[in-house]
Nanobody, 126 residues
């Protein structure tokens, strides 16, 4: 599967952005999806994940209550709605996918994902 992330940009603190990640192929509903981010000089960290059918989601503590992950399997797209952004959210955001036949949960570690998008820059000014 190929992943194309979009929707990043420059926003003031307190603002919102919605990231999208479009996937190629016809079996999108077979993929566990996740969003990660990486700030300069820091390791890539988990942001949010969603199960194949969207029934389960998980969030990093730092974004819980502010970010929402969702997916539309008819459009082969996963979204990350980001509200109440702050400068600490500044990073390159990556979407990731892992194919699963039976697993109904969410993955939270980068090494659990095989496919990665190219990243989209999110910059939050104070």
């Amino acid at each position: 599967v190929q992943l194309q992330a979009s929707g990043g940009g420059l926003v003031q603190a307190g603002g919102s952005l919605r990231l999208s990640c479009a996937a190629s192929g016809r079996t999108f509903s077979s993929y566990v999806m996740g969003w990660f981010r990486q700030a300069p000089g820091k390791e890539r960290e988990f942001v949010a994940g969603i199960s194949r059918n969207g029934g389960s989601t998980m969030y990093a503590d730092s974004v819980k209550g502010r970010f929402t992950i969702s997916r539309d399997n008819t459009k082969n797209t996963v979204y990350l709605q980001m509200n109440s952004l702050n400068p600490e959210d500044t990073a390159v955001y990556y979407c990731a996918a892992e194919h699963e036949q039976y697993y109904s949960g969410v993955y939270i570690k980068p090494r659990e994902y095989t496919y990665w998008g190219q990243g989209t820059q999110v910059t939050v000014s104070s």
